[in-house]
């Protein structure tokens, strides 16, 4: 278990002080777009079930808040609701190598935390940047076969959010191989939910900040965990994934920074159909081209969106649809966007979105596949309606790092979230914008989302 205990002396050992100001900023633009994806959320079906709940099992107010509400409760359930509400509307950002959402898992369960041990922003800071070091490269350590069933932002998730409030409790080394045994001993959650268009995959991202803040907590009491829970005989690895690699846990710790290779979401659907969404729309404003004039859309994908969008053929929900490449290419190639308030008002009320779906289809792609999960490339072949064949390419979709959104950019998308729920005012848009480009300044974070 040597790469755990590397990860593990990392994790320990780093300081604020360590982390360049460029991963700070950027850890600053990830909190505020997955503020905007959790307030995006509000009044939509299940995130109401999940405020129930908690409602029902939690206290009745607390120090730590339910960002959709603003009510009070204890950090457990902050992070649960939080967890839930995040990842709903398919904004919230994504690592790609990894094929981890982070910050659905980590913000909640270290907003929560810090709001209970009245913790300023620059230890949110730090202690997120640690959740995502090590989220990701234990992501990356699973492998792609462990996504091929399981949902990395359910299972890794737990101990991404687990890390992240151990070193807000300023966790040892010692303490960062139980908490990674306490997490990781609770990693669930499965694809199979997309096959009926059921609620779990907001239960797993609830579960896995929750769960990893319920880890990190009972570690900082004494509670033990699996001292080898990622590469042992019968750990993580051993049971989940069938292409591991140890060394990915350690790669250049403290000088490669992954948080900063994340990549935030451009159109409100599933990150697999993003780059053949890109290329389509590239090659229709290159070639002058209207719906219309398409007869079909071959998009040449990697194995890794075949499992996952393979299993949506017709949509029956709007979370459905965010699945569907035939639905997401539909609504950009006849509206020229897929974002929030096109999958609620066209998505599956458009009949020429539902017949363009018919059009589109999925190909395995040698190159796009040998590329993935570093690279997630876009291309498509288009045959028009008057008997040519026209290909689109693109390398980086928008919200790539090298294609990265700005801060005005991101700005914008959060007022756009805000909007589409009515979550917030303009001004209180603005606001809260502010107070996350101070994030560092932050003495108190408990009335802050307020």
């Known amino acids: 278990m040597i790469h755990t205990q590397a990860l593990a002396e990392f994790l320990a050992s780093l300081q604020y002080s360590q982390i360049p100001v460029d991963v700070l900023n950027r850890t600053e633009d990830l909190f505020l777009d997955w503020l905007g994806s959790a307030l995006a959320s509000k009044g939509s079906h299940p995130i109401p079930l999940f405020e129930n709940y908690a409602k029902n099992m939690g206290p009745a107010d607390g120090p730590a808040k339910i960002i959709v509400s603003g009510r009070g409760t204890s950090a457990y359930f902050a992070a649960f609701v939080n967890g839930a509400s995040s990842h709903l509307v398919e904004q919230d950002d994504l690592h790609n190598s990894s094929v981890l959402h982070p910050a659905t898992v980590v913000f909640p369960a270290v907003l929560a935390a810090a709001q209970d041990l009245n913790k300023s922003g620059r230890e949110l800071l730090l202690a997120s940047v640690a959740g995502y070091e090590a989220g990701i490269r234990i992501g990356e350590f699973l492998g792609r076969s462990h996504y091929r069933i399981f949902h990395t932002t359910a299972t890794v998730g737990t101990l991404a959010a687990a890390v992240a409030v151990g070193k807000l409790l300023d966790f040892n080394q010692e303490q960062f191989i139980n908490l990674l045994g306490n997490a990781g001993t609770q990693a669930a959650g499965l694809w199979e939910f997309l096959r009926d268009a059921a609620d779990s995959k907001q239960l797993h991202t609830a579960k896995a900040a929750a769960d990893g803040l319920l880890a990190a907590y009972m570690t900082r009491d004494g509670l033990t965990g699996a001292r080898n829970i990622l590469e042992g005989e019968q750990g993580m690895a051993a049971g989940m994934s069938s292409d591991a690699n140890p060394a990915k846990l350690s790669d250049r710790l403290g000088s490669r920074w992954a948080l900063a290779e994340t990549s935030f979401k451009f159109h409100a659907s599933c990150r697999h159909t993003h780059p053949a969404a890109d290329a389509l729309l590239a090659l229709m404003q290159r070639e002058g081209l209207e719906h219309q004039q398409i007869a079909s859309v071959v998009t040449r994908v990697h194995q890794g969106a075949i499992d996952v ?142």
Do not use: C
Not at 314 to 331: D, R
Not at 353 to 365: T, Y
Not at 380 to 409: C, M, Q, Y
């Open 309 to 450: 969008l393979g299993m949506v053929v017709v949509p029956q929900s709007i979370h459905q649809a965010k699945f569907s490449m035939g639905t997401v290419l539909g609504l950009i190639a006849v509206h020229g966007k897929a974002g929030l308030t096109e999958f609620h008002t066209l998505a599956l009320n458009d009949p020429r979105v539902s017949q363009f779906r018919e059009k589109v289809s999925m190909v395995l792609d040698p190159e796009v596949d040998s590329a993935y999960p570093a690279r997630w490339l876009g291309r498509v072949v288009v045959t028009t309606t008057d008997g040519r064949t026209l290909n689109g390419a693109i390398d980086e979709p928008k919200g790539d790092p090298g294609n990265t959104l700005s801060r005005p950019e991101l700005e914008d998308k959060f007022r756009r979230l805000l909007g589409f729920s009515g979550a917030k005012t303009p001004e209180q848009a603005t606001t809260l914008i502010d107070r996350v480009w101070m994030l560092h300044y932050s003495d108190d974070l408990r009335e802050w989302v307020e």
